[in-house]
Each structure stands twice: as structure tokens, then as C-alpha cells.
């Protein structure tokens, strides 16, 4: 934390705690994308720092762990859940649940989707026809 406005003078990558060459390879993987200036990277690296920080400060305001002194996942989770502005984040910060909820979940999908395409069961069937 503290180092880094210390080392200024050696050069600009010590303005930014994330790993330029690891985001140099996720900007390359776009396939739009053939060259990267060194002025984008490094903005592209310092914008998304503060984001995280941003992220981060917003959600252990606004979570549980304050009282604790910690953020956690869920807390994370729950600000791209209901802030708007991190919405965008939700596929990437999805609630935990548990395994068997999640399977639940998929049975009830699956069923209220197409019903009894590769159910076992009968009954199941007999309504499809009766619809």
C-alpha cells in the first residue's frame, strides 16, 4: 500500500498494483484487438484498480462484515445483486448456494420448461397429453 507513491520515480508501472502483462493479455484476447499503446494499458490497469477498490469500498459499506471488520463474497455478490451500477457483475458474482438448492433449482427449470422430454415418470407425460 504505502510503497507505492514512495517509488514514483520508478516509472509509471508503480502507479498501478495490478500486473500489466496480465492485462495485456486479456485486452489481446479481443479479437478486435492487434495492438495495445502502453498509455491504454496502463490506464485500462489504473481504471480497473480503482474500480475493484470502488467495488469493494461500496460493498463493505453496505454489507454485513462492517461490524466484523471484513468483506466477504456475499457481500460482493449481494452489490452486484442490487446496485444498479454493478449489476453488469451479477454472472460473475452469483450468490453461493448450496449444491442441492442449485439442483432443485435446475429440476424446477427444467420442468417448468419443456415438461417430460426425458422423464421417467408417467404420470408426467399423462398431463402433457391432456395440454
Keep these: 500500500g504505502g510503497k507505492m507513491a514512495a517509488r514514483l520515480s520508478g516509472g509509471e508501472n508503480r502507479l498501478v498494483s495490478l500486473p500489466l502483462s496480465r492485462i495485456r493479455v486479456i485486452m489481446k484476447s479481443s479479437p ?7 498509455d491504454a494499458l496502463f490506464l485500462t490497469a489504473k481504471a480497473t484498480e480503482l474500480f475493484v ?12 462484515g462492517k461490524e466484523k471488520n471484513a468483506l466477504t463474497y456475499s457481500d460482493l455478490s449481494h452489490t452486484a445483486e442490487e446496485c444498479e451500477t454493478f449489476q453488469f457483475l451479477a454472472d460473475i458474482l452469483p450468490k453461493k448456494i ?9 429440476e424446477k427449470e427444467k420442468r417448468d420448461g419443456e415438461v417430460g422430454e426425458d422423464d421417467e415418470e408417467d404420470e408426467e407425460e399423462e398431463d402433457e397429453e391432456k395440454a
Design 32 to 38: 478486435e484487438v492487434s495492438s495495445i499503446n502502453q
Design 53 to 64: 477498490q470502488y467495488l469493494a469500498t461500496y460493498s463493505y459499506k453496505h454489507g454485513r
Design 98 to 106: 448450496l449444491a442441492s438448492k442449485y439442483l432443485k433449482m435446475l
